[in-house]
């Protein structure tokens, strides 16, 4: 399917478990993010790809790490999950000089 | 660093009424981006606008309008005539026009807005 995917949608696991979050997109947009969303904060930026091979962080990126080894895709690590860590996570792309973004449909992980 | 500020955390309306919600945005860049997302309770982020630093044209797209002030750093949305299917929560979002940077977004904590029926 076209567009943007993330998996697993739902997710629940224990304290201290390494967590991967998936991300894929079929439209070869060279930026990608990933956001979470927690009450009361809106979303903040994790962090963001420019390209395969390049990423940064953003705005909280402690406790994740994140690859980007084929356009495509984009996944998120948790090395350590905390429950800290519980959130809604968002995957997004644009494409060069198109500032509109696109959001997956989220992935809900609980950390107990 | 930039910043979004939805000062409203929740509104709640009767259906046909019309609905405004405040963004206050700092940045320190003079070329920019505002966004509106709406999130309803199925929980995809649903773009509604974007406008940019330099176009202070409002702008009415059927029931929706914005209205875009530079002088006090602000980008309200308007809903008119509201319906239930408008409730869901409203994020204000923010990037620079850095394209080394991507689009990096600063959302707002959001409005939830409730129109009942």
């Known amino acids: 399917d076209a567009g943007i995917t993330q998996s697993p949608r739902y997710k629940i696991t224990e304290t201290g478990r390494q967590v991967t979050l998936m991300c894929h997109q079929t439209?070869?947009?060279?930026?990608m993010f990933w956001y979470r969303q927690d009450l009361g904060h809106g979303l903040r930026l994790i962090y963001y790809?420019?390209?395969?091979?390049?990423?940064d962080k953003g705005e909280v990126p402690d406790g994740y790490v994140v690859s980007r080894s084929k356009t495509e895709n984009f996944p998120l690590t948790l090395e350590s999950a905390t429950r800290s860590q519980t959130s809604v996570y968002f995957c997004?792309?644009?494409?060069?000089?198109?500032?509109?973004?696109?959001f997956g449909p989220g992935t809900r992980l609980t950390v107990t | 660093a930039q910043k979004v500020t939805q000062a409203q955390t929740e509104i709640s309306v009767v259906e046909k009424e019309d609905v405004t919600l405040d963004c206050v945005y700092e940045?320190?860049?003079?070329?920019?981006?505002l966004f509106w997302y709406k999130q309803p309770p199925s929980g995809e982020l649903v773009f509604l606008i974007r406008?940019?630093?330099?176009?202070?044209q409002n702008e009415i797209s059927g029931r929706y309008s914005w209205n875009f002030q530079k002088s006090t750093s602000s980008f309200n949305f308007t809903i008119t005539a509201s319906q239930v299917v408008d409730s869901a929560v409203y994020f204000c979002?923010?990037?620079?026009?850095?394209?080394?940077?991507?689009?990096?977004?600063?959302f707002g904590g959001g409005t939830r807005v409730l129109v009942k029926p």
């Open positions: 940045t320190r860049d003079t070329t920019y981006y």
């Open positions: 406008r940019n630093s330099f176009d202070e």
């Open positions: 979002a923010l990037s620079a026009k850095r394209e080394t940077a991507g689009n990096k977004l600063t």
């Open positions: 439209w070869s947009h060279s930026y």
């Open positions: 790809s420019a390209a395969a091979d390049i990423t």
């Open positions: 997004a792309s644009n494409d060069r000089g198109n500032y509109e973004q696109y």
